[in-house]
């Protein structure tokens, strides 16, 4: 597809459980970032990959959270022992090169439940 | 740190009349302003942005947005509104750093009535 592509779109996991997101980002995309959106709240930066990198983990919120992009192509985001906390929607973005004036293009997300 | 503020929850505006949506920011060096929109259950999608040059942006369907740098604001605009553009407003900056991440403001719901 020609945008970038979330799956699952919808997940709903019991406490402790570990869940795993995935990414396609647009092809040839060398940037991509993932966010986390709480209800009602505006995106918080979370983790970024410069192609294979991640040059940035600094919004990750614990040990809990791990992204990869082994290719530097799809990316996942891993949450093991998941807590209530955790709900929200995880989007992500890319964009085509590492300029800071690249406009960043979304996924449509992940609404992750944790019960 | 880079940070922006909407300061309207919700807007509301006939169909027709123009219509503003307001943000502010404050950064230390060059600012770099975006602004997405979000309808319900989807991602956010890129309307425009300021990096440099006319303080007047435009951007996609028909929304343009006004840099003003001695009022650190960056408000979104556009003529005449359409019930379709009804959904919720982020205004973004570019964090300082050397990763270009994002830091969004909380959104603005516009509700534009028929």
């Known amino acids: 597809g020609a945008g970038v592509s979330q799956s699952p779109r919808y997940k709903v996991a019991k406490r402790g459980q570990d869940v795993a997101l995935r990414c396609d980002p647009i092809s040839g995309h060398v940037s991509l970032f993932w966010y986390q959106q709480a209800l009602g709240q505006g995106p918080e930066f979370l983790t970024y990959f410069q192609n294979e990198a991640q040059l940035d983990k600094s919004g990750l919120p614990s040990d809990r959270f791990f992204a990869e992009r082994p290719e530097g192509s799809v990316s996942t985001l891993k949450i093991q022992r998941t807590q209530q906390e955790d709900s929200a929607v995880y989007l992500c973005a890319s964009s085509l090169g590492a300029g800071y004036d690249q406009p960043q293009h979304f996924g449509d997300g992940t609404r992750l439940s944790i019960l | 740190a880079q940070s922006v503020a909407q300061p309207e929850d919700q807007v509301n505006v006939a169909e027709g009349n123009p219509l503003t949506v307001k943000c502010t920011y404050s950064?230390?060096?060059?600012?770099?302003l975006f602004w997405y929109v979000q309808y319900p259950n989807r991602g956010l999608q890129f309307l425009l942005k300021y990096i440099t040059g006319d303080n007047l942006v435009k951007g996609s369907y028909g929304f343009e947005a006004e840099f003003n740098k001695s009022q650190t604001s960056f408000h979104l605009k556009k003529p005449s509104a359409l019930v379709s553009d009804s959904a919720l407003y982020f205004c973004a900056v570019r964090d300082g750093g050397a990763t270009n991440k994002l830091i969004f403001g909380t959104g603005t719901l516009l509700a534009v009535q028929p």
């Open positions: 950064v230390s060096g060059n600012p770099y």
